[in-house]
C-alpha cells in the first residue's frame, strides 16, 4: 500500500477554507449527509455520501489553524489522513495525504473502499474548492445507489460545452488527464494517450454537438446537451454495469471532472485547482496537472 497526496488551490482566504472544513453544518453541504465536529476531540462524517458510511469511523489525533489530522477506518486498515492550508495572496494552498492506499494499477482492481480514494477526494475537494468560493457545490456521490446519473447547468453555450468535451487539446487542458481520439462511431478513447494506452475505451455513437457514448469495457458513459435559457444543461450517466458493483470509482472521477468542466466554462481566468497529485506507479505523462 501507498501513501497518496493532492494539492489544490482554492480561491478563497485561508480563515474561509478552515471555516469550511470545521463546520458541521458546512461539512454536511460539500462532504457528507452527517457531520458532527468539537474541536479538539472529534472530527467525525458518515451517511450515504460517504465508503462504509453506516457508522462514523474517523478519529481527531490533532488539530491547529493550519492543520487536521485524523485516521480513517477502511476495509478494516486505519489509514492516516492529514489536511494542510498554506495561505497565499488572496488564495489557499490544500494539501492532502492519505496513508495505507493501494497505487496505480492496483487502485482500478484491487476490492474496497481504499480503492476509492483517489477519486473520492477529488471529488470532495472540488466541492470543497466551490463551497469556499461562494459557489454551489456540483454533486455528492451517493455510495447506496446503484443510479449513476447526474444532471448540470453550465453558464455557456452548448457548442462550446460540446468542444470542450470532444477535442482532445480542451478536454486535456481542464480535466487534467491527457486523452487522445478518433471521434467517430468505433474509434478510440485513449486516456493517457494511443501509445500508452493499448486497450482503450470505445467510442459507440457521438451526434455532433449534442452527445457521446464510450464504452469502457464494464460500464457506458453516456453525456448528452440540450440548451437551456442561454445554458447549458449537461446530463451525465454511467450505464450497463452490474448493480451489485457500481463502478463508484470511475463516477467519483467523472464528476469531479464536470466540477472542474463547469469551472472552466464559468469563472474568468480560470486556472485549474488541482496542483499536484501523487499516486505511487501513476504513469508519467497521464496527469497533465503535475
Known amino acids: 500500500m501507498a501513501t497518496m497526496k493532492k494539492s489544490i488551490r482554492i480561491a478563497a482566504p485561508l480563515g474561509e477554507v478552515r471555516r469550511a472544513l470545521t463546520d458541521p453544518a458546512a461539512l454536511q453541504v460539500w462532504l457528507a449527509e452527517h457531520a458532527e465536529v468539537s474541536l479538539p476531540d472529534r472530527y467525525q462524517f458518515w451517511g ?16 491547529d489553524d493550519n492543520s487536521l489530522r485524523f485516521d480513517w477506518e477502511l476495509d478494516g486498515v486505519t489509514t492516516a489522513v492529514e489536511i494542510g492550508l498554506i495561505a497565499e495572496s488572496g488564495s489557499t494552498l490544500l494539501t492532502l495525504t492519505q496513508t495505507e492506499v493501494p497505487g496505480w494499477p492496483e487502485m482500478l482492481t484491487t476490492p474496497g473502499d481504499r480503492s476509492l480514494m483517489h477519486t473520492y477526494w477529488a471529488l470532495v475537494l472540488a466541492n470543497l474548492a466551490d463551497y469556499a468560493e461562494g459557489r454551489e457545490p456540483l454533486a455528492l456521490c451517493d455510495f447506496t445507489s446503484a443510479v449513476l446519473r447526474h444532471e448540470v447547468l453550465i453558464d455557456a453555450d452548448r457548442l462550446a460545452v460540446y468542444e470542450s468535451l470532444t477535442e482532445p487539446e480542451q478536454f486535456s487542458r481542464w480535466s487534467g488527464v491527457m486523452v487522445e481520439a478518433e471521434l467517430k462511431p468505433g474509434g478510440r478513447w485513449a486516456m493517457g494517450g494511443f501509445e500508452a494506452n493499448p486497450h ?8 455532433p454537438g449534442h452527445s457521446m457514448s464510450i464504452d469502457w469495457g464494464e460500464m457506458v458513459q453516456t453525456w448528452e446537451l440540450a440548451d437551456s435559457e442561454g445554458r447549458t444543461q449537461l446530463t451525465f450517466v454511467h450505464s450497463g454495469f452490474d448493480e451489485a458493483k ?10 469531479s471532472g ?4 463547469r469551472r472552466y466554462h464559468e469563472i474568468k481566468n480560470w486556472r485549474p485547482i488541482a496542483v499536484e497529485t501523487q499516486l505511487e506507479g501513476l504513469p508519467d505523462g ?4 503535475n
Do not use: M
Open 200 to 207: 482503450p475505451a470505445r467510442i459507440i455513437d457521438i451526434q
Open 286 to 289: 497521464l496527469l497533465t496537472s
Open 48 to 63: 450515504r455520501f460517504t465508503p462504509d458510511g453506516k457508522a462514523p469511523h474517523q478519529h481527531l489525533k490533532h488539530s
Open 258 to 261: 464536470l466540477a472542474e468542466l
Open 246 to 255: 457500481p463502478p463508484y470509482d470511475g463516477w467519483l472521477g467523472a464528476l
